[in-house]
Structures are given as structure tokens and as C-alpha cells.
């Protein structure tokens, strides 16, 4: 098949989407298929008289460094030299139509929140994942919340803060301030007491201008991934020091994480059994990660679904995966064949 691998973008995640459609792109070439690796915001520079010639042409791709910072994302801008003002680079609607289905590869704002999937629905693009509703809605921590408290998922109850307000609630101590439409743990702080409250909120409105803070849920960090309605063997995630935040995630020897996690079986089941229900009540299609913390009384509370989990070396849904015997091209490959279903293929 003609397969575009979709990344980049203007996300804080800029830098994990770019490591996994290069992954992503490495593996669809060893199973046959012809693939470009594109750059949502940079687009397809070289000329073409038709489209579908560029599946033609042999780009290799490696798979990009992650620092241990997000990106500096308004020198990603300015770098095109048009000022950067569509979010969308040049080519890419075309390419994308020329091809037999897109990888989404992309992860955060533009790519995990619904726009790119909604603009490829209207123009009859075929393309891996959750379509526009389920993307927005999980996307969005708030309404998550309530979507899932109404599918019956257990959540930490939170409120929701906006920038510029003439004064801002305090939860609980201790709590955890993130933005309201983000990932990969950018601009998140865990807050001990009240002196680091407003540093916390003025990190975290850097990335959004909306802004969740939600009781903090002391336990093990777990994550368990979701493949065609069936839960995959939980993961457990040790960090070296402090939480799981984006230097721990993307560094590799910064967090230790256990598949399958080592579980009581009843708690393993539990688990399973929410995840799967998170994902029905967020409208996931295809695939998808849900994000979990089990207290010490053995009540698992679920932070957040991820509709597009990254394919790094060092992501979670790989690992989950191999645990149940699915290598990583084969992960690929089964993503890109319950994507064709949603199209009747």
C-alpha cells in the first residue's frame, strides 16, 4: 500500500511525534509497504507533477533524538519563513489523498485533539485512530472527566481554571496542576502546599489557556493499552526520581516499567476492565492508552485516555504489545488493518 506517516506539527509533543513516525515509517517499509514520512506543519517540499509519485521515491527517515525539554515551538515557526500562520505545511492534503491510508503519528494539539481528523473526513482521507469526537473528547481533560464519570470510570475529582481570571480556587493539598489540553506531562507539577500553587498554575497556562487541577491520587503509576476493544497487560511505571513527567518518559534509564505489571490478579482485572470502559465512553476507534493510578487501598482511578500513545523506543503500547507476543512491525501493521475496517476494507 501507498501509506503517508503523519508527524510533527506545532505540539509541545513536536519532538516524541517526530521519533514515532519515524519508527513507524521504518516499520510499514520492512513489512512492503511504499511510505513518506511527512511533517504536518513543514508539509512536502519537492515538486511532483502527480501526487502519487512521491510513494516512488526511497526518503529515508531516522528516528529523532528527544531532548529532555519540550520544544522551543515559535522557533519551529519561524523556521518555515512564512510566518507560520497555517498550522498546516504545504502539500499535505495532496499527498495524504494520493495515499491508500495515513499513519497518524502525530501526537498533542493538531493531531490528537480531532482537527486533522475532521479535516481529512471532509476530504475523504482514509486515516489510522480515533475519528474527530472521540480525539476532542479525550483530549480535552474536563470534559474527559465527566465523560467518563457518566461511562462509570472512576476519575480524581478536579476543577477547571482559566487564564486571566480574577482569582483562581484552591483544591487540596497535596494536588496536580496540568493544562487542560496537553501531553506527555508538559507543564504538569504535583503541588505539596500552597506556596507552589500559583508557580504550578503559571507553568502550566504557558501551554493552554485552560487549566486542571485535580486531587492528587498517591498509588502506582500504571497504563494500559487498548487494541480493537481488548485490553492489552497492564504496564507499571517506576521513575527514578519525582513523577513520570516529560524527562522521565522520553530518557532512557529515567523510569523502570514493568510488563506485565505485577498485579494481584483481581487488580489486574480491574484495570483491564476500566480501561476498556474508558475507551468506550471517550468513543476510541482502533486503539488507544488509558493512564492509571492504584492507590494503596487497590482502587484504580484512570487520569486520562491517550487516543494516539507514542511509538518510541521507549513508549509504553509497544511494550504492552510484545508482552502478548506482537512485535512492533506487527503492531504497525494491525493498526493500519482495523483502520480499513472503519472504511469497509
Not at 235 to 242: A, K, Y
Request: charged share 25%; with cysteine.
Amino acid at each position: 500500500m501507498n501509506i503517508v506517516v503523519l508527524c510533527g506539527g506545532l505540539s509541545a509533543e513536536r519532538d516524541v511525534s517526530l521519533s514515532s513516525g519515524a519508527m513507524a515509517a521504518a516499520a510499514l517499509k520492512r513489512l512492503g509497504h511504499r511510505v513518506v514520512l511527512m511533517d504536518l506543519f513543514f508539509g512536502y517540499q519537492d515538486e511532483y507533477s502527480d501526487p502519487r509519485e512521491v510513494f516512488l521515491r526511497d526518503d529515508a527517515a531516522e528516528a529523532a533524538a528527544i531532548g529532555e525539554d519540550a520544544p522551543d515551538l515559535e522557533a519551529v515557526r519561524r523556521s518555515r519563513g512564512d510566518g507560520g500562520r497555517s498550522r498546516m505545511g504545504k502539500n499535505v492534503l495532496e499527498v495524504c489523498a494520493a495515499a491508500d491510508i495515513v499513519f497518524t503519528a502525530l501526537h498533542g494539539a493538531d493531531g490528537e485533539d480531532g482537527k486533522v481528523q475532521a479535516a481529512f473526513d471532509l476530504a475523504g482521507i482514509r486515516y489510522t485512530g480515533t475519528g474527530p469526537l472521540g480525539s476532542a473528547l479525550a483530549m480535552n481533560k474536563s470534559v474527559a472527566k465527566m465523560v467518563l464519570r457518566d461511562g462509570g470510570v472512576r476519575t480524581p475529582e478536579g476543577i477547571t481554571l482559566t487564564r486571566g481570571a480574577a482569582e483562581y480556587p484552591e483544591l487540596c493539598w497535596p494536588c496536580v496542576v496540568k493544562p487542560c489540553s496537553g501531553g506527555s506531562s508538559v507543564g504538569t507539577s504535583i503541588v505539596y502546599e500552597k506556596s507552589g500553587y500559583l508557580p504550578a498554575l503559571e507553568e502550566a497556562f504557558r501551554y493552554d489557556e485552560k487549566v486542571v487541577v485535580e486531587r492528587y491520587v498517591k498509588g502506582r503509576e500504571v497504563d494500559v493499552g487498548v487494541i480493537d476493544g481488548r485490553a492489552l497487560p497492564p504496564i507499571e511505571i517506576c521513575p527514578v526520581g519525582g513523577f513520570y513527567d516529560y524527562r522521565n518518559k522520553y530518557q532512557k534509564g529515567m523510569a523502570e516499567e514493568i510488563c506485565p505489571a505485577d498485579f494481584p490478579d483481581e487488580i489486574t482485572e480491574k484495570l483491564k476492565a476500566a480501561a476498556v470502559a474508558a475507551y468506550r465512553a471517550l468513543q476510541f476507534e482502533v486503539y488507544g492508552r488509558m493512564d492509571f493510578i492504584v492507590d494503596e487501598a487497590g482502587d484504580v482511578w484512570c487520569l486520562e485516555g491517550n487516543t494516539l500513545p507514542g511509538l518510541t523506543p521507549t513508549s509504553l503500547l509497544p511494550q504492552e504489545a510484545a508482552a502478548e507476543g506482537i512485535s512492533y512491525d506487527e503492531l504497525c501493521e494491525k493498526i493500519i488493518e482495523l483502520s480499513l475496517k472503519k472504511y469497509g476494507e
